[in-house]
T-cell receptor
Framework: NAGVTQTPKFQVLKTGQSMTLQCAQDMNHNSMYWYRQDPGMGLRLIYY???????DKGEVPNGYNVSRLNKREFSLRLESAAPSQTSVYFC????????????FGPGTRLTVT | GNSVTQMEGPVTLSEEAFLTINCTYT??????LFWYVQYPGEGLQLLLK?????DKGSNKGFEATYRKETTSFHLEKGSVQVSDSAVYFC??????????FGAGTTVTVRA
């Protein structure tokens, strides 16, 4: 099992450009999450998807959109990137029968100039 | 709402030293508590957890006890190794499946 995979690993964007971060999990989990990690602030939830077909805003959703494409895949889109979105982005997944223990991907380091 | 407060780092230790990272939480009910570890260049992975008061989670020589009376879940290890150098996050889960994370504590162990 690959677990949670994310692409790309690194990305540099100019202000105003758009991009989509991809996430996939092969553990048959229902719930998936997108976080951003900034120094001194821990992980903050951007969006989450409790199950296929549903998405909800987390703590810091502004400037982002998500798509739960199917049970495996959950993408995060930046429509018009801003320097404030420079961060490391993590995708995670979880399942109720494992006590909702979250499994994380390796992260995407995004720089917006 | 829920919140988690961790001791600020960075923490620098010598090999075989004792490590403690303090974590306190605020929650309205009875949350489950977690410690996650992030090794350099990697995502987070679960280190240990406790789901009710007085439970002790343990893994890889690390321990933490769920103390309801002090709303704490301090992480301890008796003898650290260089390979324990990482960022450690305390987290809680209460009514649903979402986690609330602390800010993280960077630990560096010197040989």
């Amino acid at each position: 099992n690959a677990g949670v995979t994310q692409t790309p690993k690194f990305q540099v964007l100019k202000t105003g450009q758009s991009m989509t971060l991809q996430c996939a999990q092969d553990m048959n989990h229902n719930s998936m999450y997108w976080y951003r990690q900034d120094p001194g602030m821990g992980l903050r939830l951007i969006y989450y998807s409790a199950s296929e077909g549903t998405t909800d805003k987390g703590e810091v959703p502004n400037g982002y959109n998500v798509s739960r494409l199917n049970k495996r895949e959950f993408s995060l889109r930046l429509e018009s990137a801003a320097p404030s979105q420079t961060s490391v982005y993590f995708c995670a997944s979880s399942e109720m029968d494992r006590g909702y223990e979250q499994y994380f991907g390796p992260g995407t380091r995004l720089t917006v100039t | 709402g829920n919140s988690v407060t961790q001791m600020e780092g960075p923490v620098t230790l010598s090999e075989e030293a004792f490590l403690t990272i303090n974590c306190t939480y605020t929650a309205t009910g009875y949350p489950s508590l977690f410690w996650y570890v992030q090794y350099p260049g990697e995502g987070l992975q679960l280190l240990l957890k406790a789901t009710k008061a007085d439970d002790k989670g343990s893994n890889k020589g690390f321990e933490a006890t769920y103390r309801k009376e002090t709303t704490s879940f301090h992480l301890e290890k008796g003898s650290v190794q260089v390979s324990d150098s990482a960022v450690y996050f305390c987290a809680l889960r209460e009514h649903d499946y979402k986690l609330s994370f602390g800010a993280g504590t960077t630990v560096t162990v010197r040989a």
